[in-house]
Nanobody, 132 residues
Framework: QFELVESGGGLVQSGGSLRLSCAASGFSFEDYAIGWFRQTPGKERDGVSCISNDGLRIYYEDSVKDRFTISRDNAKNTVYLQINNLKPEDTGVYYC?????????????????????????WGKGILVTVSS
């Protein structure tokens, strides 16, 4: 049985930092890509970052690429999302999700991150609130 559990959220002032963790169990973690998604009121649940099973391919949504860093430790079955210089618009419920591959689109011979792509297995989410 697949299980993904997020931790590390909370209330932070704008300009602060958080490190989110996604702990996985019940499957072969090293065979799966892991993505981070967020959802805010009135918006779709969209991906912000994804990392391949071996950590060699990393993707970011354009609005977060200068401030967010995704990493994984396969020995600990854990993926991290370091968020620096938090902004109020970062507020939302953050989910981690697993699939064989990160969702991408193929354009002009290159692959780009598809922030609206589907993933197979999901955690329950954790709230991040950024005050102004």
């Amino acid at each position: 049985q697949f299980e993904l559990v997020e931790s590390g959220g909370g209330l932070v002032q704008s300009g602060g930092s958080l490190r989110l963790s996604c702990a996985a169990s019940g499957f072969s973690f090293e065979d799966y890509a892991i993505g981070w998604f967020r959802q805010t009121p009135g918006k779709e649940r969209d991906g912000v970052s994804c990392i391949s099973n071996d950590g060699l391919r990393i993707y970011y949504e354009d609005s977060v690429k200068d401030r967010f860093t995704i990493s994984r430790d396969n020995a600990k079955n854990t993926v991290y999302l370091q968020i620096n210089n938090l902004k109020p618009e970062d507020t939302g419920v953050y989910y981690c999700a697993a699939d064989r591959f990160c969702p991408t689109v193929h354009i002009s011979g290159r692959y780009y991150y598809n922030s609206q792509g589907a993933m197979d297995y999901w955690g329950k989410g954790i709230l991040v609130t950024v005050s102004s």
